[in-house]
């Protein structure tokens, strides 16, 4: 059996994606911030599909739990007690609301969270990919300043990714929660991209796709605003309005098998460099914001990525080609 680690993969679209790959036959590594939260759905799947079901302490926010979690990944490959992986799903992350906080290493919470984080488990993890794999990042269409998502959310801002963990530093005032959300997701997008690029130079088999789920307020995106906002969002009458003035809106059950489908489909096998949109019923490939195909960028992106990780010799033992 194939066997696929999927962050978040407990709630929300996760969750909804973890039970389409099981059903399917599909071994998990189910990699969040508290296994105690995970373990009953590690309960249910494995007694209704029969797969097998891993478990691991994984905080996207922390460097530091980033690299406890890929040392556990490679200990267990290694040891034969998970097989190589066919697909790295980087599907946590969040929106978070009020006044500005920072991780552990002292960068501010949604950018860590969201994409930093990421950054960091894809490149240690990569040596433990199975032939042709795929790395599915869950994205938003908030990435992009000019559509609808992005003037509701809040326009993103340049991608750069030193200003952008540090925000909110130096005298300087933070970026709106939006913003802040809005651009973490443009930079994943960017990531996506340059990574594609690296692998094929590479001469890499591995596949590197962006997805955007859509609006889907009943996942919890909501949880820190006010409470009436979160019943309103929920809404019929809120999803035909976004729909109305051009929101790309979807839910749970489609989102969550879509991303199970980018994931392992064959369909989705030679598509790398995409991004895709789950959109009222409807799972499609389309144009990214125009920014996200600035090589330039995207570059100066990683390279600045690169320094905010820094590896350490701890890494390279981790992420070590077998």
């Not at 709106?176 to 809005?182: D, E």
Request: hydrophobic share 40%; with cysteine; aromatic share 8%.
């Amino acid at each position: 059996m194939s066997t696929i680690l999927i962050t978040g993969g407990h709630s929300g679209i996760g969750l909804a994606a973890a039970r389409e790959l099981a059903a399917k036959g599909t071994d998990l590594v189910l990699a969040g911030r508290s296994t105690q939260r995970m373990q009953p759905v590690k309960d249910d799947l494995t007694a209704k599909y029969g797969v097998s079901v891993t478990l691991l302490a994984l905080d996207t926010s922390s460097l530091a739990s980033v690299r406890g979690a890929a040392a556990e990944v490679a200990k267990l490959c290694e040891t034969g007690e998970v097989g190589s992986l066919a697909a790295l799903v980087c599907n946590a992350g969040g929106r978070f609301d009020g006044e500005v906080t920072y991780s552990p290493e002292g960068y501010e919470t949604t950018f860590a969270t969201n994409y930093l984080g990421n950054f960091l488990l894809v490149d240690l993890l990569l040596p433990y990919l199975g032939e042709a794999a795929r790395v599915v990042f869950t994205a938003s269409g908030t990435h992009d300043r000019d559509s609808m998502d992005g003037r509701l959310v809040g326009a993103a801002v340049e991608p750069d990714a030193a200003l952008l963990a540090n925000d909110g530093k130096g005298g300087r005032k933070a970026l709106s929660a939006g913003k802040r959300y809005a651009t973490s997701k443009l930079c994943t997008i960017m990531y996506a991209y340059e990574l594609d690029r690296r692998l094929r130079s590479a001469g890499s088999t591995v596949v590197s796709i962006a997805y955007d789920p859509g609006s889907v307020p009943t996942t919890g995106f909501l949880r820190g605003m006010p409470k009436a906002v979160q019943w309103f969002a929920a809404t019929s009458v809120f999803s035909w309005l976004t729909k109305r003035i051009g929101g790309v809106v979807s839910d749970v059950e489609f989102s969550g098998a879509s991303l199970a489908e980018l994931a392992c489909s064959p369909e989705y096998g030679d598509r790398s460099g995409e991004y895709f949109q789950a959109n009222d019923g409807t799972l499609s490939s389309v144009r990214s914001a125009h920014l996200t195909y600035d090589r330039r960028r995207a570059k100066r992106l990683w390279e600045d990525s690169e320094r905010l990780v820094v590896r350490t010799a701890d890494d390279d033992e981790t992420a070590r080609v077998r």
